[in-house]
């Protein structure tokens, strides 16, 4: 009965989204902590690549939002509305070891910003706006809906963002259902304005 018990204990504090290391291990550099200060600079919002579950990168000719999600759906708030045909950037600085500020700009205009501290992990900046919801008695009759970002760095300079969703659950351990995923982007670097 103890063990039964510790499962379900486990299962309630535990998630379940986890990364592809696939999906970026050939296109990123990996980050030390001596170097994470690489990760500054300027970038478009929006990603000119995708990465497929193989890692290999797929170039984005559409402009449409359910084709690419901007950066701004991975770091900034919900509420502020991004048009997906205008120019706008993002600064990334670095505060200290564990925290990252990220400044939206269009027209050298700033339009929000947010300081996310986080940790660097296998060559990654897992970012600290994890998201973790449960719903019922997981897996008992309920489950959960996690989803979690990192960053990295590109070979060519450019930002990878890497983000892993994951909605699953179950009735009594045995009717099992979900749904999960991971997104890969690139996001060009370029020259300050």
């Known amino acids: 009965m103890r063990i039964i018990i510790g499962f379900v204990i486990v299962l309630l504090f535990s998630s379940c989204a986890s990364f592809s290391d696939k999906m970026m291990?050939?296109?990123?550099?990996?980050?030390?902590?001596?170097?994470?200060?690489?990760l500054e600079?300027?970038?478009?919002?929006?990603?000119d690549l995708k990465y497929n579950e193989k890692g290999n990168a797929e170039l984005i000719v559409s402009s449409d939002s359910k084709v690419r999600q901007g950066l701004d759906y991975f770091v900034f708030s919900k509420e502020i509305k991004y048009d997906d045909n205008a120019v706008y950037w993002v600064e990334i600085e670095l505060v200290?070891?564990?925290?990252?500020?990220?400044?939206?700009?269009?027209?050298?205009?700033?339009?929000?910003?947010?300081?996310?501290?986080g940790k660097l992990k296998?060559?990654?900046?897992?970012?600290?706006?994890k998201y973790l919801k449960r719903n019922g008695i997981p897996?008992?009759?309920?489950?959960?809906?996690?989803?979690?970002?990192?960053?990295?760095?590109?070979?060519d300079n450019g930002l990878?963002?890497?983000?892993?969703?994951?909605?699953s659950g179950a009735i009594l351990f045995l009717f099992w259902a979900g749904?999960?995923?991971?997104?890969?982007?690139?996001?060009?670097?370029?020259?300050?304005?």
């Open 25 to 38: 291990r050939e296109n990123k550099e990996s980050l030390s902590q001596n170097d994470l200060s690489k």
């Open 41 to 47: 600079g300027t970038y478009e919002l929006f990603p």
């Open 96 to 117: 200290n070891q564990n925290k990252l500020r990220f400044t939206a700009k269009k027209d050298n205009v700033e339009i929000e910003n947010i300081e996310l501290s």
């Open 122 to 129: 296998n060559g990654f900046f897992y970012l600290d706006n």
């Open 139 to 155: 897996y008992l009759a309920g489950g959960y809906t996690n989803n979690k970002t990192r960053i990295g760095l590109a070979k």
């Open 160 to 167: 990878l963002v890497h983000y892993c969703y994951d909605n």
């Open 179 to 193: 749904s999960d995923y991971n997104l890969g982007y690139h996001f060009k670097k370029v020259s300050k304005q």
